[in-house]
């Protein structure tokens, strides 16, 4: 049998754990399902640039940023947005035993510390990488000295590559394409791709060449 011990304070991918421990520190909730896009109708009418789109039918691509959100396409998001949340919420219910009210307290959004989250029974104990191991070794009888394996997460800012299209492609359309291609030389978007937050403390990190 495999057994997972998470030491990390991400709900959604800790709930399939057995254990889940965090540092005081942490960060642990934001129990909740959103759905951001840039809308540049705007700006695109004061710099005198219109995106001409033909289409099968009014929701296809929709919503998009380079036109004004219809109702109809808000409705067919928002559905999409509940029905998500609805199911996001029943994992949360069942993987860590929630009744009924400390749910709706728990999946409002906010976020919570490693501390407040044991109270509201989002994880199961405080501590780090060596507190999950001597849970294994003593609830599971897994080897101490057992590898662990460290799975990267990828880069946050790379999960929205629409992002990347949106403003290089913005650039370009308005004839800087030059700072489009300098962007791309000097890795700018790595550059935001390096900031992250650990917990309640922001550590620096460094390139890895250093």
């Known amino acids: 049998m495999k057994y997972q011990v998470a030491s990390f304070c991400l709900p959604a991918e800790a709930m ?33 640039v ?9 929701l296809k691509a929709a919503p998009s940023g380079y036109e004004p959100t219809s109702p109809e396409a808000r409705a067919a998001v928002e559905s999409i947005v509940r029905d998500s949340f609805d199911w996001f919420k029943g994992l949360v219910r069942d993987r860590r035993h929630l009744d009924e009210a400390l749910l ?3 999946s409002d959004g906010r976020v919570f510390t490693g501390r407040q989250a044991v109270e509201l029974k989002l994880i199961d104990g405080l501590g780090d990488e060596q507190t999950a191991l001597d849970w294994l070794a003593k609830e599971k009888n897994i080897d101490a000295k057992t590898p662990v394996r460290d799975y990267p997460l990828a880069p946050r800012f790379s999960d929205l590559p629409f992002l990347h ?44 060449s250093n």
Do not use: M
């Open 50 to 58: 219109q995106v001409e789109t033909i289409k099968s039918s009014p």
């Open 104 to 106: 709706q307290k728990v």
């Open 16 to 48: 399939a754990s057995d254990q889940i421990v965090a540092q005081q520190s942490a960060i642990v909730g934001s129990i909740g399902v959103i759905f951001q896009y840039p809308n540049v109708t705007e700006l695109l009418k004061t710099i005198g």
């Open 165 to 208: 299209v949106a403003v290089l492609g913005l650039f370009d359309a308005v004839g800087l394409s030059g700072l489009s291609e300098r962007l791309r030389e000097f890795g700018a978007i790595q550059v935001v791709e390096r900031l992250n937050l650990d917990g309640l403390l922001a550590l620096w990190h460094p390139p890895s």
